[in-house]
């Protein structure tokens, strides 16, 4: 029985084998004819034509079109209607600072032989501000020959309540050394003009 198994299981073995040998060789066949049977087309070859190449160094420029005779149309002027504007509803008035300062100019008027042509408001002091400190400082100092001051000293300085105060002097002193006068002129040369005062008032705003 063992015996005749074998046989059996080695011939089918034999027969697969053998089928399996025939079915490859048919594909190959088959791939090998299919490739012989593609037709091959051959592409002419492209010859291009001889060409002459010209180079133009200077191009012509078209003509200048005609400008016509024409005048141009007339264009109305816009209506602009002038607005409605209330007169009492601007404010012209400058800006309030932080501090209002006027200088009084008593004291320094004479024949009116010179004339002041600049005068810088002093700044008003820090430490008097934060106080709430006012006051009056009256200065003197000379109009030299060019219209400039010098020698200023500090004749009084006092406060509004009238006691004696250096919170206003440096301020004051800075101011007047900006001053700037038309000198006199006494025959025609300008001299100086001693003893020349101004008066500073500190005040702050409301």
């Not at 074998?6 to 060789?25: D, K, R, S």
Request: proline share 9%.
């Amino acid at each position: 029985m063992k015996l005749a198994r074998v046989l059996i299981a080695v011939v089918l073995a034999v027969a697969t084998t053998f089928g399996l040998l025939l079915l490859m060789q048919t594909l190959i066949n088959s791939d090998l004819e299919a490739d012989q049977q593609e037709e091959i087309v051959r592409i002419d070859d492209i010859h291009m034509p001889e060409m002459e190449i010209e180079t133009r160094y200077e191009t012509a420029k078209p003509d200048k079109p005609e400008t016509p005779d024409v005048p141009p149309p007339d264009i109305p002027e816009p209506d602009f209607e002038a607005p409605d504007v209330n007169p009492e509803g601007l404010n012209m008035q400058a800006p309030s600072l932080g501090s209002d300062i006027q200088i009084s100019t008593s004291g320094i008027g004479g024949d009116g032989e010179y004339l002041p042509i600049v005068k810088v408001a002093p700044q008003y002091p820090r430490r008097a501000a934060q106080r709430g400190i006012e006051g009056f400082v009256t200065v003197e100092f000379t109009v030299t020959i060019n219209g400039s001051t010098k020698d200023v000293e500090v004749i009084e300085a006092i406060t509004k309540d009238g006691d004696p105060t250096t919170m206003f002097n440096s301020a004051a002193i800075r101011a007047a050394e900006k001053f700037k006068y038309k000198p006199r002129v006494v025959d025609g040369t300008p001299i100086e003009v001693p003893g020349v005062r101004n008066r500073f008032v500190f005040e702050l705003a409301q």
